[in-house]
């Protein structure tokens, strides 16, 4: 029997970085000795279209090869779809599915939106952050750091280092330290309830 | 011999392996999901990391066109294609196999058209199954880098000299970062080794001049069809060399087909590609409430193991096979075809039902995999059902 995989659906728009992040913690992982898989959800490539993305993560190796329905953790780069059907944000969410959202409603009124009683739900600005510390209002990165806090998935210690062996092929020092103060202030700045 | 543990879609390990063989010629045109090998492996010859000649056609007919010339030349040779770009290349498919010339293909499964549709099945391949090549099939990341490595000394050797079809899914295997393990580049160069250009017929042996795709009419024709026949029964020899060096060297040991939890199962479900796997984690849950159930993943679709397949499966009550494509208007898809002749000589035979499913990347998940096996287990005790079936679709 495969040993228990984390399963992860992210949900943001063409643009915000949902395939970036599937990938990247999927990739980040693997230090930690780490079993995983990263893919996004092929669909038209629009900018602003509803776009997920599906990251698995397991101490064993992972042979599922289907879409994730029954996520463990919901992460939303964009908070315009979590009134949208299509988008299916509470899809397949069950009693013990986490939600992490980037926006600056609290977990109360998210719920209520989102029309779920169990699960739980954390909230931070991810957006703000983002712009605050790298200039651009790209919530991918920020959010990992809150997935950090709540998920025995990765470490911020090594989710840092990740980030900064990654970026350091295609970043200025400038543009990987604002990601990497952003990484650290939504893993402090996260809202639970 | 310690091998590196990384994150790679399916696409971009095809290119590292392909990048460790170090081919001289590489025709390319993009069509996707193939398209982001050739990005990664054009990377390579940009950076300088390998000096293979890339030449950019202006279509798949082109690219396996320039890729016959240059292997008929001698030159380790490679392209990829995809759904619509394998059918226009279709003609010349065919003059690569029939000319035995070793060209490497990864073909990443894609629907054919209409509608169009960019996402996975396996019509593409099955359509090129009688073409002559060596069809090699993988499940996942992990077997698609592997085979991208094998495929070379499978295509090259003396006593097969045949191209190799490497089949791997489109976006669910070539678009997903998966773990995997790959060689170091000195000791993968070291398993492929340099193309040996003393073998065969080089068009540039101007001492031994020859002529290569002449017309071959009523005198000769037959008799090159007749060598291609017997290169590909002699193939799975070759392969399980191969097989059995790669496995000695990384720990990952192939065959022509996996059985998996197959020894004392009633009802054997028969695959192929990254459906497999989900099926592995389907059957273990299976297991556990005590249901005999196992798979059967091929990976050596062409040459077809028909011998070896009816005795795995011989011990089976009931066989199911599951098709990725549609043999519109005929009895069932292609494998199931393939496994149910095999099964005819057999004395006692299981019971052999088909199941048509993902068609243009319906998400096959476990649900659909369970209620399969549910319907083996009614049919394994007595109740009439359809020989072929679809799975997944609205009715």
New interface residues.
């Given amino acids: 029997m495969a040993a228990a995989t984390t399963e992860i659906r992210w949900h943001g728009r063409g643009g915000q970085g949902a395939k970036t992040a599937a990938i990247f913690l999927a990739e980040a992982v693997l230090d930690q000795g780490k079993h995983s898989q990263g893919f996004p959800e092929y669909g038209p490539e629009r900018r602003g279209a509803p776009v997920r993305g599906f990251t698995r993560i397991s101490d064993a190796p992972i042979r599922l090869h289907c879409s994730i329905a029954e996520p463990d953790y919901v992460i939303v780069l964009d908070p315009t779809l979590l009134d949208s059907k299509a988008a299916g944000v509470p899809d397949g969410a069950s009693d013990n599915t986490v939600f992490l959202i980037n926006t600056v409603e609290t977990p109360a009124n998210i719920r209520k939106r989102l029309g779920i009683k169990g699960g739980k739900v954390h909230t931070v600005d991810a957006s703000l952050i983002a712009q605050e510390c790298f200039g651009r209002p790209i919530p991918n990165m920020p959010m990992i750091g809150a997935l950090a806090a709540v998920a025995d998935v990765i470490t911020l210690e090594n989710l840092v280092s990740s980030l900064v062996v990654r970026f350091k092929k295609k970043f200025s020092q400038a543009v990987i330290d604002g990601n990497v103060t952003a990484v650290e202030r939504a893993y402090k700045e996260l809202v639970s309830e | 011999m310690k091998q590196i ?3 790679l ?1 399916g696409n971009e390990a095809v290119a590292t392996a392909f990048k460790q063989a170090r081919p001289h010629v590489a025709p390319a045109f993009p069509i996707t999901p193939q398209t982001e090998m050739m990005h990664k492996f054009a990377d390579f010859v940009a950076d300088g990391v390998v000096d293979t000649e890339m030449i950019l056609v202006e279509s798949e007919h082109s690219a396996m066109s320039a890729a016959i010339g240059a292997a008929a030349t001698g030159a380790r040779t490679f392209t990829a294609t995809s759904s619509a770009g394998f059918a226009l290349m279709w003609e010349v498919v065919y003059i690569a196999a029939s000319l035995r010339l070793p060209i490497c293909m990864p073909v990443v499964n894609r629907a054919l058209s209409g509608n169009i549709n ?2 996975n099945d396996h019509s593409d391949a099955m359509g090129g199954r009688d073409a002559g090549w060596i069809q090699l099939w993988c ?2 990341t992990q077997e698609a880098y592997d085979h991208a490595l094998m495929c070379w000394r499978i295509a090259e050797h003396k006593d097969v000299r045949l191209p190799v079809m490497i089949n791997y ?1 489109g ?3 070539s ?5 995997l393990h790959i060689l170091p580049d000195e000791d993968a160069w070291k398993f492929v080794g340099p193309k040996d250009l003393k073998t065969g017929y080089s068009l540039l042996d101007v001492d031994h001049p020859i002529t290569v795709g002449p017309l071959d009419l009523t005198d000769y024709y037959f008799e090159h069809k007749l060598s291609q026949i017997e290169a590909l029964k002699r193939a799975p020899k070759y392969i399980a060399e191969v097989y059995k060096e790669f496995g000695e060297l990384t720990g990952r040991h192939y065959s022509f087909y996996e059985e998996y939890r197959t020894d004392d199962a009633d009802m054997i479900i028969v695959a192929l590609g ?2 497999a ?2 099926a ?2 389907v059957i ?2 299976q297991r ?1 409430k005590g249901v005999k159930v196992g798979l059967l993943k091929i990976h050596m679709f062409r040459p077809f193991p028909a011998a070896e397949l009816a005795k795995a499966l011989s011990k089976a009550k009931v066989v199911g096979v599951m098709d990725k494509s549609a043999s519109f208007g005929g009895w069932g898809g292609p494998l199931f075809n393939e496994i149910r002749s095999a099964l005819y000589d057999l004395p006692a035979r299981p019971k052999i039902h088909n199941w048509i499913y993902g068609l243009g990347g319906r ?4 649900k659909q995999i369970v209620s399969l096996i549910e319907q083996l287990q009614a049919i394994a005790k007595g109740r009439e059902a359809e020989t072929v079936n679809l799975l997944g679709v609205r009715l």
């Fill in positions: 543990y990384v994150g879609t960019i996402h499940e996942n899914d976006f669910i295997i678009h997903t970062s998966e773990s990254s459906t796997g989900t592995k984690d273990d849950a556990e998400d096959t998940d476990t």
